[in-house]
């Protein structure tokens, strides 16, 4: 995870041809220079890779044969052929991520510094495939050099399955669209008010009890209207890790998010005792913002939270742990007396100091087991809900440094305000971010020009951003179909956001080069908006 630690400096080389009618590539790469040679893909072409580039090759091998129906042999020597190599050199020119492609006449080159590198060659060389012609049984690879390398090292995708369960296979076919545009974060929103979705050994009642609600809210905000129709679904953690491996194979680190203190209440339905309030009788069956919350002063509390963090550390790879903690109302805290005492016996003059108390709390548990805490930007004690009382957010207490800040609401001049302040953030800001925010509201230009660095921010703290996340809330979308609509194509715009740098994009270029993709995602059974309109997608 040290690779998202910093963000990749670039050095940005104009266009030298246009991009968008000879490479075809999404995102866009860095430089491209066309050649007049072209390279023929027949049945008896090589691939040809070093000792550490053998996944790599297999991974290309199965392209070919799965999507091209060309089965391929692969060497470890020869210089005609498809060439993959990695030389740690070229780290210091490309970064961890980035690569060089070469079609000649002879061969196609793909060298890294990083076996990273050399798969993201791999997706771009797939992409020039897809939109190769073909002589026979032959693929016409047109000649070019491309030198490539991500603007930023955070570029991720998140889905809510706390709302709605959607289950492994719609989770790799998502993998495998992030993978394909170079998406390398999967941030994997598991636990809600409205289901817990991740086996916890040591809590057998949060899959038991807290996986499963008898109705839903339909018809949108404050709607009476319920659907009449149970919901349930959870991941043992034997699935996890049969996913985990499915995205590490695809270059992709998933981040998991345990929803607290708030967001909590299908774990206080299962384990009352978690509560505040002391109400819940069932997982809630209605959306929103809920008012009960984890009960902050109980000891049993922490012990419980540090027990399922620790499942969680041991499950999965990354390093950091998402909490959320975001949209905490602070009712049932004020009327605890449990709570009141507390926050007097730790000088909390606040509820948004008992916020930030507890978030350091777990801040520390996670540093000592040797993790990074993550959180939605309400973690630093700003008030950016409109129904939050400003009294209650007069903070004294200082969120932990080293906590990565995940912003999405408030005004853009807090990321400022944060990095200035020595923080990390990953800029998901509603406004531009939100994948189920309609058409109309986000169409597809306006989030292909978000820029996770603000306007007016000096250069010497752009590193701190380092980097975007587009977001799948998922009250409102209980089918597959409706992910999908909302999801594709805006994914491919949040993807060039992340990878390309901002003096490369190019929205008509990006348009241009988007039709093949939806030509295929529709073969690949995705389902995309009815409506196709000028320049960008006028249907919810």
């Known amino acids: 995870?040290?690779?998202?630690?910093?963000?990749?400096?670039?050095?940005?080389?104009?266009?030298?041809?246009?991009?968008?009618?000879?490479?075809?590539?999404?995102?866009?790469?860095?430089?491209?220079?066309?050649?007049?040679?072209?390279?023929?893909?027949?049945?008896?072409?090589?691939?040809?890779?070093?000792?550490?580039?053998?996944?790599?090759?297999?991974?290309?091998?199965?392209?070919?044969?799965?999507?091209?129906?060309?089965?391929?042999?692969?060497?470890?020597?020869?210089?005609?052929?498809?060439?993959?190599?990695?030389?740690?050199?070229?780290?210091?020119?490309?970064?961890?991520?980035?690569?060089?492609?070469?079609?000649?006449?002879?061969?196609?080159?793909?060298?890294?510094?990083?076996?990273?590198?050399?798969?993201?060659?791999?997706?771009?060389?797939?992409?020039?495939?897809?939109?190769?012609?073909?002589?026979?049984?032959?693929?016409?690879?047109?000649?070019?050099?491309?030198?490539?390398?991500?603007?930023f090292a955070w570029r991720a995708f998140m889905l809510d399955e706390g709302r709605y369960f959607k289950g492994t296979e719609q989770v790799k076919k998502l993998l495998d669209q992030m993978s394909l545009l170079k998406m390398n974060i999967f941030h994997w929103h598991l636990t809600d008010d409205q289901g817990w979705r991740l086996e916890i050994k040591k809590y057998p009642k949060l899959t038991q009890v807290g996986s499963g609600r008898s109705d839903s809210q339909i018809g949108g905000w404050d709607s009476p209207q319920r659907s009449k129709v149970p919901h349930s679904g959870y991941y043992t953690q034997e699935e996890v890790k049969d996913i985990i491996a499915y995205a590490s194979e695809r270059q992709i680190t998933i981040i998991p998010e345990i929803e607290m203190p708030g967001h909590a209440s299908a774990a206080i339905a299962s384990y009352p005792w978690l509560g505040t309030i002391g109400e819940l009788k069932e997982v809630p069956t209605v959306f929103g913002k809920l008012p009960d919350s984890y009960n902050v002063s109980d000891p049993r509390v922490y012990e419980f939270l540090e027990n399922v963090l620790t499942e969680v550390m041991d499950l999965f790879p990354s390093n950091i742990i998402h909490i959320g903690g975001d949209e905490v109302k602070f009712d049932a805290w004020k009327t605890s007396t449990e709570?009141?005492?507390?926050?007097?016996?730790?000088?909390?003059?606040?509820?948004?100091?008992?916020?930030?108390?507890?978030?350091?709390?777990?801040?520390?548990?996670?540093?000592?087991?040797?993790?990074?805490?993550?959180?939605?930007?309400?973690?630093?004690?700003?008030?950016?809900?409109?129904?939050?009382?400003?009294?209650?957010?007069?903070?004294?207490?200082?969120?932990?440094?080293?906590?990565?800040?995940?912003?999405?609401?408030?005004?853009?001049?807090?990321?400022?305000?944060?990095?200035?302040?020595?923080?990390?953030?990953?800029?998901?800001?509603?406004?531009?971010?939100?994948?189920?925010?309609?058409?109309?509201?986000?169409?597809?230009?306006?989030?292909?020009?978000?820029?996770?660095?603000?306007?007016?921010?000096?250069?010497?703290?752009?590193?701190?951003?380092?980097?975007s996340g587009c977001q799948m809330w998922g009250e409102w979308i209980p089918e597959v179909k409706d992910m999908d609509r909302m999801v594709f194509p805006r994914l491919a715009a949040y993807a060039e956001v992340g990878w390309s740098s901002g003096k490369r994009k190019d929205y008509t270029v990006f348009r241009s080069n988007l039709s093949y993709l939806l030509e295929k995602w529709k073969m690949n059974g995705i389902i995309l908006p009815q409506k196709f309109e000028k320049q960008d997608f006028d249907e919810n």
Not at 40 to 60: E, R, V
Not at 353 to 370: A, E, V
């Open 339 to 467: 709570i009141q005492d507390f926050m007097k016996q730790n000088d909390l003059a606040t509820p948004g100091d008992m916020h930030i108390f507890f978030t350091n709390k777990i801040s520390n548990f996670l540093n000592k087991n040797g993790h990074r805490m993550m959180g939605w930007n309400e973690i630093l004690g700003e008030n950016v809900h409109e129904w939050q009382e400003d009294k209650d957010m007069e903070v004294k207490e200082n969120l932990a440094k080293n906590t990565l800040v995940h912003f999405w609401k408030g005004n853009l001049d807090l990321v400022s305000k944060a990095v200035r302040e020595g923080y990390e953030i990953v800029n998901s800001y509603h406004e531009y971010t939100y994948l189920d925010y309609s058409y109309k509201y986000i169409p597809l230009e306006k989030a292909y020009s978000f820029d996770p660095i603000p306007v007016g921010l000096e250069d010497s703290f752009h590193n701190k951003v380092i980097g």
């Open 1 to 151: 995870m040290n690779k998202f630690k910093t963000v990749l400096s670039i050095i940005f080389i104009l266009p030298l041809f246009g991009i968008g009618q000879n490479a075809g590539i999404i995102p866009q790469p860095l430089m491209v220079v066309m050649k007049k040679e072209a390279f023929s893909i027949t049945a008896k072409t090589p691939i040809i890779a070093d000792d550490t580039n053998q996944g790599n090759a297999s991974f290309l091998q199965k392209i070919l044969k799965d999507k091209f129906q060309r089965d391929l042999p692969v060497k470890d020597k020869g210089d005609k052929g498809i060439i993959l190599g990695t030389n740690p050199q070229l780290t210091a020119s490309l970064g961890e991520e980035g690569y060089t492609l070469n079609v000649g006449d002879k061969s196609i080159s793909i060298m890294a510094g990083t076996t990273t590198g050399v798969f993201y060659g791999i997706q771009s060389l797939q992409h020039l495939m897809d939109t190769a012609h073909s002589t026979g049984r032959n693929i016409v690879v047109s000649g070019m050099e491309i030198e490539d390398r991500p603007r």
